[in-house]
Nanobody, 115 residues
Framework: QVQLVESGGGSVQPGGSLSLACTGSGITLNTYAVAWYRQAPGKERELVADISGSGIPIYDDSVKGRFTISRNNANNTVYLRMDDLRPEDTAVYYC?????????WGQGAEVIVSS
């Protein structure tokens, strides 16, 4: 059974940092492209960052220069490092692994940025 588990969410003040982790079980993440999405209350889910199987990252313009996506193949995990967080980054963050027609989602991790 494939599972993606997000961890590391929480509450932080504006300008602060958090790191999210997406750990796979029953799946070898380095053979998949993995993306982080977020969904704010009342809004549609949007792509934040993506990393290819070969490690090439892309970012939404709203997070470029502040967020970093990376892989650790040894522990089957993809990370999202978030710096200089803003209130508009408040959302539930989801990871998604995809390969051809296959895709798997995690359950989400909440991030709240508030003073």
């Amino acid at each position: 059974q494939v599972q993606l588990v997000e961890s590391g969410g929480g509450s932080v003040q504006p300008g602060g940092s958090l790191s999210l982790a997406c750990t796979g079980s029953g799946i070898t993440l380095n053979t998949y492209a993995v993306a982080w999405y977020r969904q704010a209350p009342g809004k549609e889910r949007e792509l934040v960052a993506d990393i290819s199987g070969s490690g090439i990252p892309i970012y939404d313009d709203s997070v470029k220069g502040r967020f970093t996506i990376s892989r650790n193949n040894a522990n089957n995990t993809v990370y999202l490092r978030m710096d200089d967080l803003r209130p508009e980054d408040t959302a539930v963050y989801y990871c998604k692994a995809r390969k051809l027609i296959l895709q798997y989602w995690g359950q989400g991790a909440e991030v709240i940025v508030s003073s």
